[in-house]
Every structure is written in C-alpha cells, then in structure tokens.
C-alpha cells in the first residue's frame, strides 16, 4: 500500500501564505509523476501543479503567478507554496502519484477566508 501524506492545510485570510508538504516513499518519488490537486466545494478535481518523473515541473497557467512547486529528493518530499491566497483557492488539495489512477493521499482542507 502506497502512502501519501499531505500537511500545511488550515485557515488564513485572503492575501495570505501556506506551504503545503506530502511525503511518500522512495520508490514512488523516483519513479513517477507527483502532483497537486484540489476540489472545491460543489466542483471537480482540478490539477494545480507536477512534476515528471524526470523533473519537469507544471503548474497550472492561472496559479503560476501564485502558487510554486519544489521537492526535497532527501526526504521524498514534495511542497506546494501559495501566496496571495483567494477565497476561491478554498478546496481540499490532494497529493498524487503516478497519475490520476494510481495513488491519492487523504487530502488537506485549505480555507482562505476573513
């Protein structure tokens, strides 16, 4: 059983900052894809940002200017930053590998609102 697991989530007001982190195993950090993704109240699960196994980072084009992606290969990490949060970035932000039918983690609640 593969393990994801994601930490950072909570509550901050508009305009604010968290760092998301997900951890996994080796095995599954070197070999495939890992990505972010979150669902909103009411919506469908939306890709905000990967990376390949051999490195290529994507980030959505309307989060770019606001959100950045980064890993630490040491401790199997991989960290999503959000800056100038929006109430519309409200949504639970899972932690992927391998793709959409492979792997999830149990997910984290963003909250941005006064």
């Known amino acids: 059983q593969v393990q994801l697991e994601e930490s950072g989530g909570g509550l901050v007001q508009p305009g604010g900052s968290l760092r998301l982190s997900c951890t996994t195993e080796r095995g599954l950090f070197r070999l495939y894809s890992m990505a972010w993704y979150r669902q909103a109240p009411g919506k469908q699960r939306e890709l905000v940002a990967e990376i390949s196994p051999h490195g290529v980072i994507n980030v959505v084009d309307s989060l770019k200017d606001r959100f950045t992606f980064s890993k630490d290969d040491s401790t199997y990490t991989i960290y999503l930053q959000m800056n100038n949060l929006k109430p519309e970035d409200t949504a639970v932000y899972y932690c992927?590998?391998?793709?959409?039918?492979?792997?999830w983690g149990p997910g984290t609640q963003v909250t941005v609102s006064r």
């Open positions: 992927n590998g391998g793709g959409p039918t492979l792997w």
